[in-house]
């Protein structure tokens, strides 16, 4: 049975940092794209980061947060992190852990979800 379980979320102030983990287990945690989503109220799911696996590794990350959040993993523990550094407010949103056979930014592409972490970022 597959479980993706995030953990790491909280309530920050704006330019502090936060790591989100994501503990894997059920499925070939080398051989999958592991990605990070979020989702802010009254918004759609929207791709953040993910760790792509085309044969080789790869990190992807959306425009808004380059350069500020960074992915990892560790195949060894199957666990994926996002560390997040300068958080702004509108960073605020539900996080989401996901798991992708098939490399992808849109949501609908990733076969397995965590429940979700909330990190809320004050001004």
């Known amino acids: 049975q597959v479980h993706l379980v995030e953990s790491g979320g909280g309530l920050v102030q704006a330019g502090d940092s936060l790591t989100l983990s994501c503990a894997a287990s059920?499925?070939?945690?080398?051989?999958?794209?592991m990605g990070w989503f979020r989702q802010a109220p009254g918004k759609e799911r929207e791709f953040v980061a993910a760790r792509v696996w085309t044969g080789i590794y790869y990190a992807d990350y959306v425009t808004s947060v380059r350069g500020r959040f960074i992915i990892s993993t560790d195949n060894a523990k199957n666990t994926v992190s996002l560390q997040m550094d300068s958080l702004k407010p509108e960073d605020t949103a539900i996080y989401y852990c996901?798991?992708?056979?098939?490399?992808?930014?849109?949501?609908?592409?990733?076969?397995?979800w965590g429940q979700g972490t909330q990190v809320t970022v004050s001004s």
């Open positions: 996901a798991a992708a056979k098939t490399p992808s930014r849109e949501a609908l592409a990733y076969d397995y």
């Open positions: 059920g499925f070939n945690f080398r051989t999958y794209t």
